[in-house]
């Protein structure tokens, strides 16, 4: 069984196409990374997955489940970009970990001892369980982003979608992220990730999709850095990107690019 | 104290606290999300209840819950969607529910300006013991769901997008806080009035978060904060003549204003400590004059 099917889902935005015919499919086990360059498709691609967007056509099965019957969400475990917008009132470390144990542990009913397990061992894993009672708000962005690691681990789910989770993070927390990742993978863990670099995350990489113009425009080994950026001197910064434009695409298709 | 020999005082007392309660218990999830000034709307908005339970010579607090709920529920819908900004749709409630309730508290038999008033800033003292019924069991039902749906409010409050991938039931959630804070504006339109209804909710949890760092210690003392500004508010009133729902949410800001004040001062004589520790070496070793050590 696979654990995502996605088969020709077309999705737009207020009229415009941001992705057309995509097909995608994850196994148990695998760890794929989706890359593209910012405004490629790639972040609406998991967002579709995960129910936040609504496809316009095409199928998504989770777990084998179509994506519309599916209920079992506490096997997904997501982690956003970036923390909620909603900060008006401070919030533990503690607490907001505790938020990703809701999916499995059910609104109405008190938490017991293994669900208190499963929030200490998630802040345990990203290396925060000594910040557990400090506001979030406290933290570094690097711990923020270990937060909300630990919020989804907290779910004890069968796949993990991190969405751009390294971004702006520093080297340290990057490590960490890494290793926190290895670990759920030793677990059985299957983890969909969308980056755009994978940095100290590459060694762990299966398979990368590569996303160009709402299209997949690569499925395999992680390719190559192409022009420029493969050079040895470039350091990897995109002062005033153009997201939309051509040629712009940190993953310019190359000769091992298969073509979809 | 004689005060409390007088049944009204008693009824005001018992309506006082327990919106002290519930209004700082449903408020610390809207300021959470950002939305202190959704009480103000929804307090507009159950003045037309108000003038149609008037005109139609029907309980004012039942058609208030009603409208108001009706209101707070298309607030939420249009929030969802997204598509009007919060900001214009809260104002449209402002305008509307305002010039409606006036238009038909006008329209309605025997009823003056006085009874405006009595709404629009509350009046405590003539709170009945049908009033305190409803008072109570609407407020204890408050109560009970902000506190029991604490975490999936919590989750749905801090990451409503998360909320709605872990499968919570985000839309009911955001449905009950609506209708939530319509009922909490209502019975509370007794105590404080429409116009002070917000403050409530709102000034409470301000006061809390100067000395809180999480989210179960900001609700509980907000609670607190709420429940003796309450208090101490009817029974200044009484002693000092004043409107009691003014009195209170005046309280609930000395409440504010002096924690402010005192974090600040925490903080800054921290800091300092900090820095004295800091300098203890150079301060330990200053008696003695260099040229001394050297020699020595």
């Given at each position: 069984?696979t654990v995502l099917?996605v088969?020709?889902v077309?999705?737009?935005?207020?009229?415009?196409?941001v992705l057309h015919d995509v097909s995608l499919r994850v196994d148990p086990g695998e760890m794929v990374a989706i890359l593209g360059a910012n405004g490629s498709g790639k972040s609406t691609l998991v967002r579709t997955v995960?129910?936040?967007?609504?496809?316009?056509?095409?199928?998504?099965?989770?777990?084998?489940?179509?994506?519309?019957?599916?209920?079992?969400?506490?096997?997904?475990?997501?982690v956003?970009q970036?923390?909620?917008?909603?900060?008006?009132?401070?919030?533990?470390?503690?607490?907001?970990?505790?938020?990703?144990?809701?999916?499995?542990?059910?609104?109405?009913?008190?938490?017991?001892?293994?669900?208190?397990?499963?929030?200490?061992?998630?802040?345990?894993?990203?290396?925060?369980?000594?910040?557990?009672?400090?506001?979030?708000?406290?933290?570094?962005?690097g711990?923020?982003q270990?937060?909300?690691i630990?919020?989804?681990?907290?779910?004890?789910?069968?796949l993990l979608i991190l969405d751009e989770p390294t971004a702006g993070v520093d080297a340290d927390s990057q490590q960490a992220f890494a290793e926190t990742l290895h670990r759920f993978r030793q677990?059985?863990g299957t983890v969909v990730l969308v980056a755009h670099e994978l940095g100290p995350l590459e060694p762990l990489i299966d398979r990368a999709v590569v996303v160009h113009g709402g299209r997949i425009a690569h499925d395999g080994p992680i390719p190559q850095p192409a022009g420029h950026h493969a050079g040895p001197g470039h350091d990897h910064v995109h002062p005033h990107a153009m997201p939309e434009r051509q040629g712009i695409c940190d993953w310019a298709p190359s000769e091992r690019t298969r073509t979809f | 104290?004689?005060?409390?020999?007088?049944?009204?005082?008693?009824?005001?007392?018992?309506?006082?606290?327990?919106?002290?309660?519930?209004?700082?218990?449903?408020?610390?999830?809207?300021?959470?999300?950002?939305?202190?000034?959704?009480?103000?709307?929804?307090?507009?908005?159950?003045?037309?209840?108000?003038?149609?339970?008037?005109?139609?010579?029907?309980?004012?607090?039942?058609?208030?819950?009603?409208?108001?709920?009706?209101?707070?529920?298309?607030?939420?819908?249009?929030?969802?969607?997204?598509?009007?900004?919060?900001?214009?749709?809260?104002?449209?409630?402002?305008?509307?529910?305002?010039?409606?309730?006036?238009?038909?508290?006008?329209?309605?038999?025997?009823?003056?300006?006085?009874?405006?008033?009595?709404?629009?800033?509350?009046?405590?003292?003539?709170?009945?013991?049908?009033?305190?019924?409803?008072?109570?069991?609407?407020?204890?039902?408050?109560?009970?769901?902000?506190?029991?749906?604490?975490?999936?409010?919590?989750?749905?409050?801090?990451?409503?997008?998360?909320?709605?991938?872990?499968?919570?039931?985000?839309?009911?959630?955001?449905?009950?806080?609506?209708?939530?804070?319509?009922?909490?504006?209502?019975?509370?339109?007794?105590?404080?009035?429409?116009?002070?209804?917000?403050?409530?909710?709102?000034?409470?949890?301000?006061?809390?978060?100067?000395?809180?760092?999480?989210?179960?210690?900001?609700?509980?003392?907000?609670?607190?904060?709420?429940?003796?500004?309450?208090?101490?508010?009817?029974?200044?009133?009484?002693?000092?003549?004043?409107?009691?729902?003014?009195?209170?949410?005046?309280?609930?800001?000395?409440?504010?204003?002096?924690?402010?004040?005192?974090?600040?001062?925490?903080?800054?004589?921290?800091?300092?400590?900090?820095?004295?520790?800091?300098?203890?070496?150079?301060?330990?070793?200053?008696?003695?004059?260099?040229?001394?050590?050297?020699?020595?």
């Open positions: 069984m099917t088969r020709h077309a999705v737009a935005y207020g009229g415009r196409t995960l129910g936040l967007v609504p496809a316009q056509s095409g199928e998504i099965e989770l777990f084998g489940v179509a994506q519309r019957r599916f209920r079992q969400w506490a096997r997904v475990g997501y956003p970036r923390i909620g917008a909603g900060s008006g009132v401070p919030a533990t470390v503690g607490e907001v970990v505790a938020s990703g144990r809701l999916a499995r542990r059910g609104v109405l009913r008190l938490p017991r001892r293994a669900d208190r397990d499963a929030v200490r061992d998630a802040l345990h894993d990203v290396g925060l369980a000594d910040r557990a009672g400090d506001p979030v708000s406290t933290l570094s962005g711990q923020q270990r937060t909300l630990a919020r989804a681990l907290a779910g004890e789910p069968d677990r059985g | 104290m004689d005060l409390f020999e007088y049944a009204f005082m008693l009824r005001a007392l018992t309506g006082a606290l327990i919106i002290g309660l519930a209004a700082p218990a449903l408020g610390t999830y809207l300021v959470q999300r950002r939305l202190s000034l959704i009480g103000d709307g929804i307090g507009h908005v159950a003045l037309t209840g108000v003038g149609v339970g008037l005109l139609l010579e029907r309980s004012p607090v039942i058609t208030a819950v009603i409208v108001a709920a009706a209101g707070a529920v298309g607030v939420e819908l249009v929030r969802e969607r997204g598509r009007t900004s919060g900001d214009l749709a809260l104002a449209m409630l402002f305008y509307g529910g305002i010039a409606g309730g006036v238009v038909l508290v006008g329209l309605s038999h025997g009823s003056s300006n006085a009874s405006l008033i009595q709404y629009l800033f509350g009046s405590l003292t003539t709170t009945s013991d049908a009033d305190i019924v409803v008072i109570s069991v609407l407020g204890a039902a408050v109560l009970a769901a902000m506190l029991l749906l604490r975490p999936a409010l919590f989750a749905v409050c801090n990451d409503e997008e998360y909320a709605r991938v872990s499968g919570l039931p985000v839309r009911t959630l955001n449905l009950l806080l609506a209708v939530t804070t319509a009922v909490t504006v209502t019975i509370a339109m007794r105590t404080v009035g429409l116009l002070l209804v917000s403050a409530l909710m709102v000034v409470p949890v301000a006061a809390a978060q100067q000395i809180t760092r999480g989210f179960r210690t900001t609700m509980t003392a907000a609670m607190l904060i709420g429940l003796v500004s309450a208090a101490a508010g009817v029974v200044a009133s009484a002693e000092l003549d004043t409107a009691p729902g003014a009195t209170i949410v005046i309280l609930a800001l000395v409440v504010f204003v002096g924690l402010t004040a005192g974090a600040a001062a925490w903080r800054l004589t921290g800091a300092r400590t900090r820095r004295t520790r800091n300098a203890e070496p150079a301060g330990l070793a200053s008696p003695e004059p260099p040229d001394v050590v050297l020699h020595g």
